[in-house]
């Protein structure tokens, strides 16, 4: 017969093996795990620390903050022949660690969104193009439950981003203090806080949005073309240049993520004071985290659905 | 020779414990049915082999089973029956009784910048299995030490290969679905690969893999399932299709008298033919002293050969002559049209 005999062997293995084997009998005992949310979410977890596209997002995003936010603003502010001397207090009063609560988180609008969203594309189509959402999704019972597990991790990283905007802007507000010779006062913690929270919500959104179009792209350029086309072409200058002029974009800009983010962020800065660059609120901030919330949940829904119903072929 | 289990011993199927039951399994993209209406079952400690050819179907029913892909209709199952009335669910493995299912299909797929050992350990985290199952999927493997901690872009396709098997048995699941794991591997490895699988099947586990070669899958399977187009136009042991395809033995004859050696071999209600005239009408037209008899049920050689002799009639010449399963196998290809679905169980060849 042109077969192989059988052979029942327990040391059976790929030639080339220079470890011990391991026993694999009939008697041993099965040990498979049962992939679950909490599983997926360590997988989520070990998997963003080990991915170079979220350290290299973040660490863009605190460069941006400490360049554009803090050097070039302070430099243009202190340097420039335009400004009167009320508006160079003003504009530095805001760059010092008192400034803290609201100053960075006017960053958020302008270049953060389109970062997170970008982040969020990315994360959401790569792993289509490297095959490996099919292998790890293959043991589990249910799609749900991972890609629960990957939202959750997307929220994890979005307060990773939002504890850097933070800790940058400290480290920059006290460099302006000691540099403009000005005293170093930081708000209380709980504005602190608040101001985390917001910044927390804003990076959310907007991975949760970028994610979900890589979830819908499962290609990682058409995914952050998608991202950049929305936020920064359709939101930030189409809308935001003729919001002024036309009165329905003007109120429908408040109802979208960067229109919303830009009302959250304003609500932030004291009376009086302003900020570079200027902030104006389309809503009440109620209203502006009401909107991202639900800008992120139907991320989040469209993600589930297009996961759940697509082939993973 | 430590034989603990028989191929050919014949079970019968309301004994068997089926891991994996599929039933008309189709999927259609377009126009295209790139499985249609397929059904199988996989019975814990067998080794059921999918052959066909590239384009056949076969990856995308082992996507379908292992939950990757959805069915245009059919059901199936992975884990044993729960109670009599359990009717096999839409989604593999879904639901109480379940088993775990382990998989490589079609090209092995990992993080490029982490290390092969690194994968592995991410992949126990996702499924909650503890890492040292990591260390042990790719000491069954054989992949080294060294190797374990280079990037896997550094891999070669074979050490790749290696990896995605050591992948699909991570934590020792109870179904293992391999969809051409010897792609790439050299002749040792393959060897190698092969008493994996045996042992896969010793220790209990329900074993299905693919190949385009059905060689490589008559080495380990207990049953095998021949797809084209999407249908499964055959399936048995290995024995059964070599038996139903005709793909059985022969002997080739050199004899002083042919006609008076075919008439007296077709009284026996044997066939036979001279070789290179195949397609001829009688079989055995042709000049010469050469015939082929093909052999049926436990007829011998040396039975062919007595009665011959005994008829007077002289046979310079005998050889015994294996037709591969190969060649049947590529035969049963060739007449998909002709061939209507097989249906699960033991021993179905259309």
């Not at chain 1, 803090?70 to 009167?84: C, D």
């Not at chain 2, 884990?79 to 989604?91: E, H, I, L, N, Y």
């Not at chain 2, 054989?142 to 050591?166: E, H, T």
Request: aromatic share 6%; net charge positive.
């Amino acid at each position: 017969m042109n077969r192989e005999p059988t052979r029942a062997t327990t040391s059976a293995r790929v030639q080339g093996a220079t470890a011990p084997r391991p026993g694999m009998s009939a008697a041993a005992p099965v040990s498979s795990g049962v992939p679950t949310f909490l599983t997926g979410l360590r997988g989520e977890l070990s998997l963003m620390r080990l991915r170079p596209v979220v350290w290299v997002s973040l660490g863009i995003w605190a460069a941006c903050i400490a360049l554009f936010a803090y050097l070039v603003a302070y430099l243009t502010t202190v340097g420039a022949q335009w400004y009167t001397p009320e508006q160079q207090g003003m504009f530095v009063r805001a760059m010092l660690p008192e400034g803290t609560s609201y100053y960075v988180l006017a960053s958020l609008p302008l270049y953060g969104a389109p970062q997170f969203a970008i982040l969020g594309a990315i994360l959401g189509a790569i792993d289509y193009s490297s095959g490996t959402v099919r292998a790890v999704v293959s043991r589990f019972t249910g799609r749900a439950q991972f890609m629960a597990a990957r939202l959750t991790g997307l929220l994890i990283i979005a307060l990773a981003a939002a504890v850097v905007t933070l800790l940058v802007s400290v480290v920059s507000s006290v460099v302006v203090a000691l540099v403009s010779g000005n005293s170093i006062t930081f708000p209380p913690l709980s504005a602190l806080i608040t101001t985390l929270g917001a910044a927390w919500l804003v990076a959310a959104a907007f991975i949760a949005l970028g994610f979900a179009a890589g979830t819908l792209a499962r290609r990682v350029v058409l995914a952050v073309v998608l991202a950049v086309v929305w936020v920064l072409g359709v939101e930030s200058l189409l809308i935001g240049m003729l919001a002024p002029v036309v009165p329905f974009l003007g109120v429908l800009q408040g109802y979208l993520p960067v229109g919303a983010t830009t009302s959250l962020a304003a609500s932030f800065v004291p009376a009086g004071q302003q900020t570079v660059p200027a902030l104006t609120a389309a809503t009440t901030p109620a209203v502006a985290v009401a909107v991202l919330a639900a800008w992120t949940a139907l991320a989040a829904w469209v993600a589930f659905r297009s996961f759940g119903r697509r082939d993973l072929a | 020779m430590n034989q603990t289990y028989e191929p050919n011993r014949p079970v019968a199927p309301q004994h068997r414990n089926y891991l994996v039951e599929a039933a008309g399994i189709s999927k259609r993209y377009g126009d295209v049915r790139a499985v249609d209406g397929v059904s199988l079952r996989v019975a814990a400690g067998e080794v059921y082999g999918l052959v066909g050819p590239n384009g056949a179907g076969k990856t995308t029913l082992m996507r379908i089973l292992t939950g990757l892909v959805t069915p245009t209709s059919g059901t199936c199952r992975m884990g044993p029956a729960v109670g009599t009335g359990s009717k096999p669910r839409q989604v593999a493995g879904e639901g109480e009784g379940r088993v775990t299912a382990g998989s490589l299909i079609e090209a092995p797929a990992f993080y490029a910048a982490m290390s092969g050992s690194a994968n592995l350990k991410l992949l126990c985290d996702y499924w909650g299995v503890k890492r040292v199952a990591a260390d042990r999927a790719l000491d069954l493997v054989g992949l080294s030490a060294k190797d374990r901690r280079r990037p896997y872009r550094q891999y070669s396709l074979g050490m790749k290969q290696r990896l995605g098997v050591a992948a699909a048995l991570i934590g020792d699941p109870q179904v293992v679905v391999l969809d051409e794991p010897t792609n790439g591997l050299d002749p040792e490895s393959i060897v190698g690969m092969r008493d994996v699988v045996r042992e896969l099947r010793a220790s209990g586990r329900a074993v299905l893999l693919s190949s385009h070669l059905l060689s490589e899958v008559e080495q380990v399977a207990d049953r095998v399932g021949v797809l084209s187009q999407g249908r499964l136009i055959a399936e048995g042991t290995i024995d059964e299709m070599r038996r139903r395809l005709q793909a059985g033995r022969w002997v080739e004859l050199e004899v002083n008298d042919l006609a008076a050696a075919a008439t007296l071999l077709h009284d026996m209600g044997l066939v036979t033919t001279a070789p290179g005239t195949e397609g001829a009408a009688d079989g055995h037209s042709a000049a010469g002293t050469r015939l082929r008899v093909q052999l049926t049920g436990e007829l011998r050689p040396h039975a062919v050969n007595s009665a011959l002799v005994k008829a007077g009639i002289e046979v310079n010449c005998l050889v015994e002559v294996r037709e591969s399963l190969e060649d049947a196998f590529l035969g049963l290809l060739a007449e998909p049209a002709r061939n209507g679905p097989a249906t699960p169980g033991e021993g179905t060849t259309a």
